[in-house]
């Protein structure tokens, strides 16, 4: 029985790291956390090395940075292949 995988929206994700960091301080063992969060340990640190200290704010900021920068590479990326294609097609020339 395998669960359906979410995707979890930064400003969900910096709510769960809250929560697992009140119910841990709370008395509540990883175990506890985890199975609340529906979430694994894995996925828990990994969230803990990327979103640590941020504010729900800094995450939107983040996402939004690393959207806008993806788009940017694939305009460079377009731009360098029809860079390569014009010179190639003035090479026969």
Known sequence: MSKKRRR???EQIIKKLRD???MLAAGKSVGEV???LEVSE???SRWRAQYGGMKSEEAKRLKTLEEENNRLKKI???Q???I???KEITKGN
């Open 8 to 10: 979890h929206s930064p």
């Open 34 to 36: 985890l199975q609340s």
């Open 80 to 82: 360098a292949l029809d």
């Open 84 to 86: 390569s294609m014009l």
């Open 42 to 44: 894995a996925t828990l």
């Open 20 to 22: 697992a960091d009140s």
């Open 76 to 78: 460079v990326a377009d």
